[in-house]
């Protein structure tokens, strides 16, 4: 419980600067899992590697989580502050980042043979990791472990509806600025003729 409690007894500051540190860190991680991993282990070509894609899977992500379970937070009536479920979430990721390092640089002495290792060693990383944000939104929402998982499911839909609303408007930008570009251009062709 001593991880939960750190959401509760850590200033608003420093438990942004915590949480972004370890987001920081996740991001590292994903790089480095993607050019350092074994080649036996490892299906991705260094040379298709792009910062963007990694810093929306990382960054992106963690910040569209966090916003989405505020957002759910503020209509369940829970009492978690934004930074609360940034330190959580965030702490909750460390599992998971030395489960990225290990099997990076495991990957890099096991044979294919061992490859059963690596995958039980991601799921027990992921499983605890899984555990640590259930117990700490649990814990910072004063909430029982049912509404927890409503509250999980509901930030879900909300990253869903979130991504939704993004691409939607992001259409339509793409729509607008197509339609001031042709009328841009007709104005030109009239002042030409």
């Known amino acids: 419980e001593g991880g939960f409690v750190l959401a509760r007894h ?8 915590l949480s972004i540190g370890i987001v920081c860190s996740f991001f590292i991680a994903s790089v480095l899992e993607w050019q350092k991993t074994g080649f036996i282990f490892n299906p991705n070509d260094p040379e298709d590697f792009e910062v963007k894609y990694h ?26 502050r934004i930074s609360d479920i940034m330190v959580v ?20 002495l096991l044979t294919l043979d061992e490859a059963g290792f690596l995958s039980a ?14 117990g700490g939104l649990r814990e910072i929402s ?12 509901f930030t879900l839909i909300g990253i869903l509806i979130i991504l939704f609303l993004v691409l939607l408007l992001w259409s339509l930008m793409q729509h607008v600025i ?16």
């Open 55 to 80: 810093i929306l899977k990382t960054f992106g992500l963690f910040y569209l989580w966090v916003i989405s379970a505020w957002f759910v937070s503020n209509l369940m009536d829970s009492s978690a």
């Open 142 to 153: 004063e909430m029982n472990f049912r509404q927890t998982f409503l509250f999980i499911a």
């Open 89 to 108: 979430s965030s702490v909750s990721l460390i599992p998971y980042i030395l489960g990225l390092l290990i099997k990076t640089l495991a990957s890099n």
């Open 10 to 17: 850590t200033p608003m500051r420093q438990g942004i600067i």
């Open 178 to 193: 197509t339609f001031f570009a042709q009328v841009f251009e007709e104005f030109i062709k009239m002042d030409i003729g």
């Open 121 to 134: 060693m991601n799921i027990i990383m992921i499983l605890w990791s899984v555990a640590l944000l259930v």
